[in-house]
């Protein structure tokens, strides 16, 4: 089994969006030549390159208020939201991009996991930890209760009843169960919720009810740090999970499910299983949205969430391990920045030019920001799925081969 | 070919601590960032930025894009621009018209999409990377209460523009929110006894309402005021929110006794419901002995415009009119028509005066320090901005004034003379105890967003 592990692990390192991976290109044609390990010579430490992605990645992630400032993008909400909203793609990324099992409703538990946490906040304590725990546990038990149903279908029937389950929970949300979910509103942490596990250390009346860790409250640059420590976490376990012979199997059901029946495997369970994790991904990243902002709406159950999530997957790459997040990071930020672009910000960003030329830019420019930031994004989604059908990923890896390729024949001796 | 090692333990502590050193670098660059002053965005510098968030997309854009419009109108009165609108009326004011305290006012705008979570976003942007000073904005009470909390917990003022739900300023009310804006309670105070006097006291009402805390409240203000002057409520149905169509929920109530519809409905969804109430030929049914008849709690004159035809003799209560004759509206309505060619909407009036009533508070102050700008709004009695005398309660931060019981005219002389005022409710009579609907404002001091 060990030696199958570092078999797969380094294949495995081919697909994905890691410069690096071009390393082991070469090692996994002559896997031959690697010393068999024993089984009592597991690896403790995981592959040189896994450590050195994460801690790329964690560089980039925590120096976003530095890389960001240029781009006018520096503000903690923002950038929670690429943390959470990477977390949530990270996970969904298990289904989709490892699995092949295109979910249209993960944005169902995205909202249970914020009811989950919301309802902790008032009920048990305003400290993250709980809220983080009971969220996650809430949205694996009905990834569990919703992949057990759907499971049983593949490709678009599949889609189509994961889709169907969102929109149950949405509406139940919305309406039905309002005295739970508060309805349009939205449920939000009132001042004199019971909070029992705070009225047991001290009061549980508080003049501002925010969310904290041990005292430290979880707004601005706190709340982003929490959430990047959260995204540098779950980026681990996803790169565990890919590197592992679980990840290798749910390949396997993604190249052909029924050849892996054949073989002799019930796929059911592992499916099942990345299935439950990827939905407890999702209520993580919707325990952290009420982190920072303790309000839970039902908004964010609607299948248009569920969509954005697939976009934001697809955009970036799937299957590979940074292409969901740097989906996700482009997405919002279309969403928050492009959006607000308006008229006048054109004007002057284009105020170089002489008047009627300026004129003709501002008008040929304006439908794509503001309220047409969706057109912009229609437009870079369709060239990304023409040209680049690997996503942004693939994109950055062509790149990046193109750049050893010139250096090669200096290098590779 | 490079060999994989596993690292040695020296190796790894090595670079665990560079790794560390690494990850605490952005925080010496960034901590100085939100250490700000003395409060959350006090304004630097020349200008002052104010935040306005409201409905560019969904059911209520079109109030929207009109709020926007009285906002950029004020922002202009307020630097000195124009012919200076409501500051040349308003009563008592320290407005200058050089700006606000000397600093020259802009403004950034932002989208709530009608959604709770939209709105938040975009207000945190407003208040994170903008720096605004002061935002607001409205058209659904939900998304204004939603952002209501937001402006508490990070201490930053919110004038609620179009929220007519009793519980922004009753169970959800908030130390850093304001509402100008009328409320549904008042709307049934100031309907019931018109709707007795006119349709008399023996009616059965059936209620579509949609489904959020606004539908919610005004339901039950409409249900009270109007059982307790006799009637009889056949039955309440909710609808979401932008249902667009509504001919399944429309259906029953012919068969269900009732002999009035009331529609708890705004927006384009009022435009849709009445639209279709009309088209299934409700308003010519006789039912009971008795005409059939349909009201709208909560009118605009944007719905009327939409709804065309089928407002004609409908009912309902307005926060304010174009028409009517005071000083302030006549100054209001003239700006306002000379910079966009239309005549404003209440919704843009109460956006317009929310601005002015916190700049003036700022002026009162001198101050942007929060605290003393709110202190400054609690309790302020001024005139002059088109509702007759008019009090911002400190209790619950609701102001109390004259509320307008409306119909839609049956011979509009222009596409914005729709609707006419059937009588004035003097504010004595809308006015009610700040405990009824309970709630509790929070404190002055909040550590928000400069903690």
């Known amino acids: 089994m060990d030696t199958t592990n570092t078999t797969a692990d380094l294949k495995s390192a081919t697909m994905d969006a890691d410069t690096h991976s071009a390393h082991y290109h070469t090692k996994s044609e002559v896997p031959t030549q690697l010393p068999p390990l024993g089984p009592d010579m597991r690896p403790l430490w995981p592959p040189k390159v896994d450590i050195l992605m994460t801690v790329l990645f964690g560089i980039a992630v925590f120096s976003m208020p530095i890389w960001l400032q240029p781009f006018g993008a520096a503000y903690p909400d923002l950038m929670q939201r690429f943390a959470i909203f990477g977390i949530f793609a990270i996970g969904f990324n298990i289904l989709f991009g490892l699995t092949g099992y295109l979910s249209f409703g993960h944005a169902a538990f995205l909202g249970i996991g914020s009811y989950a946490a919301v309802w902790s906040f008032k009920l048990l304590s305003l400290n993250v930890v709980p809220a983080i725990i009971l969220s996650v546990l809430i949205a694996g038990v009905f990834a569990a209760a919703i992949g057990y149903v759907s499971l049983r279908r593949s490709g678009i029937y599949f889609s189509i009843l994961t889709l169907a389950f969102a929109q149950m929970c949405y509406n139940l949300a919305y309406s039905v169960l309002t005295p739970i979910t508060n309805g349009e509103t939205g449920l939000r942490v009132l001042r004199n919720d019971p909070r029992v596990l705070d009225a047991l250390v001290g009061s549980s009346e508080v003049a501002i009810p925010r969310a904290s860790f041990f005292g430290i409250s979880m707004t601005g640059m706190a709340g982003f740090w929490a959430c990047a420590v959260c995204l540098m976490i779950a980026f681990y376990i996803a790169l565990r999970i890919t590197r592992s012979p679980f990840g290798m199997m749910l390949r396997g059901i993604k190249s052909n499910q029924t050849r892996m029946a054949y073989v002799g495997f019930n796929t059911r369970p592992y499916t099942l299983v990345a299935f439950i994790v990827s939905g407890m991904y999702a209520g993580l990243a919707g325990a952290l949205l009420a982190v920072v902002d303790p309000l839970a709406g039902a908004e964010r159950m609607q299948w248009t969430a569920s969509g954005e999530v697939v976009l934001m997957t697809i955009l970036g790459g799937a299957g590979t391990l940074l292409g969901p997040f740097i989906g996700a990071v482009l997405i919002k930020y279309f969403e928050n920045i492009f959006s607000a672009l308006g008229h006048t910000t054109l004007s002057d960003a284009f105020s170089f030019l002489p008047d009627g030329v300026r004129e003709f830019a501002v008008s040929i420019v304006s439908p794509f920001v503001g309220e047409g930031w969706h057109l912009t994004l229609g437009v870079l989604f369709v060239l990304v799925v023409i040209f680049l059908p690997g996503g942004l990923a693939e994109g950055f890896r062509r790149i990046g081969r193109m750049f050893r390729g010139g250096n090669k024949s200096e290098t590779s001796s | ?451």
Not at chain 2, 34 to 60: D, E, H, I, R
Not at chain 2, 124 to 153: H, P, W
Not at chain 2, 283 to 310: C, H, T, W
């Open chain 2, 1 to 451: 070919m490079t060999k994989f090692e596993r690292p040695s333990r020296r190796g790894f502590l090595q670079g665990t601590a560079i790794a560390g050193a690494t990850l605490a670098v952005p925080t010496f660059f960034t901590r100085g960032a939100w250490a700000q002053a003395n409060f959350c965005n006090a304004p630097k510098g020349a200008s002052v930025v104010l935040g306005f968030n409201v409905p560019q997309t969904g059911s209520y854009a079109d109030e929207g894009a009109d709020e926007l419009r009285a906002y950029q109108l004020a922002v202009k009165h307020l630097n000195g621009e124009g012919d200076g609108g409501m500051l040349n009326t308003m009563k008592p004011s320290n407005l200058k018209g050089n700006g606000i305290l000397g600093k020259k006012v802009e403004y950034v705008t932002g989208d709530t999409q009608t959604k709770s979570d939209a709105a938040r976003a975009s207000a945190r942007r407003m208040i994170e990377k903008d720096g605004v000073i002061m935002f607001g904005g409205g058209s659904s009470s939900g998304v204004a209460i939603a952002q209501q909390s937001l402006a508490q917990e990070i201490g930053v003022v919110y004038m609620c523009g179009l929220t007519h739900s009793n519980d922004t300023t009753g169970k959800d009310k908030r130390r850093y929110g304001f509402r100008h804006f009328f409320n549904a309670y008042m709307s049934g105070e100031a309907l019931g006894p018109v709707l007795a006097e006119v349709m008399g006291k023996d009616r059965r009402a059936y209620h579509l309402t949609a489904d959020y805390t606004w539908g919610w409240t005004q339901e039950e203000s409409i249900k009270n005021a109007t059982e307790a002057l006799g009637w009889e409520t056949a039955q309440t149905v909710r609808t979401p929110l932008g249902a667009g169509d509504f001919s399944q929920y429309l259906t029953p109530v012919l068969n269900s006794g009732a002999d009035v519809l009331i529609l708890n409905h705004y927006g384009n969804d009022m435009v849709n419901s009445l639209t279709q109430a009309v088209q299934f030929g409700m308003r010519d049914k006789q039912v009971n002995g008795k005409q059939f008849e349909i009201v709208v709690p909560l009118y605009s004159e944007l719905m009327a415009e939409g709804a065309g035809e089928a407002v004609k003799g409908i009912f309902g209560t307005s926060n304010w009119d174009w028409k009517l004759t005071d000083e302030g509206t006549a100054a209001f309505t003239k700006s306002f028509g000379q910079e966009y060619g239309r005549p404003p909407s209440q919704a843009a009036h109460t956006c317009y005066v929310q601005t002015l009533l916190y700049a003036n508070a700022a002026e009162t102050a001198g101050t942007f320090y929060p605290p003393e700008v709110i202190k400054a709004l609690e309790g302020f009695e001024f005139d002059g901005m088109g509702n007759g005398p008019t009090l911002y309660r400190a209790d619950d931060h609701q102001c109390f004034k004259d509320v307008l019981v409306v119909r839609g005219k049956e011979n509009p002389s222009s596409q914005f003379d729709l609707l006419e005022v059937y009588k004035v409710v003097p504010r004595d009579q809308v006015t009610y105890k700040a405990d009824i609907f309970g709630g509790e404002l929070g404190p002055y001091e909040v550590a928000g967003c400069a903690a």
